[in-house]
């Protein structure tokens, strides 16, 4: 078995990142949504659109992530989704309204749909056959960490600091995680 290049292993590992980021932003409302019903006086069934609506748009989009992602780079792609998913949080961080809530994150579920996708293709199209399945391992932990990950930090915060903290908190992870992948793009071979 031949070793993964640097560069390779620097951007599976930035991928696995932005899988960890795409996941914990589609958990990280569950255990916050009694307090998002009692702050904006509202059921918990209204307050429940903060997550089904993440997961339908966030269904629909993958739908156009893969034309987009062979004629741009997949790497571009998914590094300006994840910055995408950092102005969405950020835009979260300051609602004043369910509504406006929902809408932020729509806008975080646009752009977290191209991570997982976009990311497994990359490794299919980067990564020899005889270190495929050990490399989708690392950014599949990645996915399943964010997973549980989310839904810890929705919860701590929320209990703790205050149930915006955890759209700071994603804010800045999926503002650097996009960042270093923004660099990352420009070191890689084009599309």
């Known amino acids: 078995m031949s070793a993964l290049p640097v560069s390779t292993r620097r951007s599976v590992w930035l991928l696995s ?3 960890f ?3 914990a932003a589609q958990r990280v409302c569950d255990a916050m949504l009694p307090e998002l019903a009692r702050v904006f006086s509202v059921g918990l069934g209204q307050a429940a659109q903060v ?5 339908v748009v966030y269904g629909l989009s993958q739908l156009f992530y893969g034309p987009l992602g062979d004629r741009l ?3 571009r792609v998914i590094s300006l989704a994840t910055l995408g998913c950092s102005l969405g949080n950020l835009a979260a961080l300051f609602v004043t309204s369910l509504d406006a809530l929902v809408l932020a994150r729509m806008a975080v579920a646009l ?4 991570i997982i996708p976009l990311s497994l293709a990359w490794i299919g199209d980067s990564v020899g056959y005889d270190r495929l399945q050990e490399t989708l391992a690392r950014v599949g932990l ?7 990950g989310g839904q810890l930090v929705g919860g ?7 149930w915006r903290w955890a759209f700071a ?3 800045l992870l999926f503002g650097v995680v996009g960042t270093l992948l923004l660099v990352d793009a420009h070191r890689q071979p084009g599309p």
């Open 73 to 75: 780079g997949k790497l």
């Open 17 to 19: 990142l932005a899988t």
């Open 21 to 23: 980021s795409s996941m």
């Open 156 to 162: 701590l915060m929320t209990d703790t600091l205050g």
């Open 111 to 114: 752009g977290a749909a191209a």
């Open 169 to 171: 908190l994603l804010t």
């Open 51 to 55: 997550v089904s609506l993440f997961a």
């Open 142 to 148: 990645g996915t399943t960490l964010g997973l549980v």
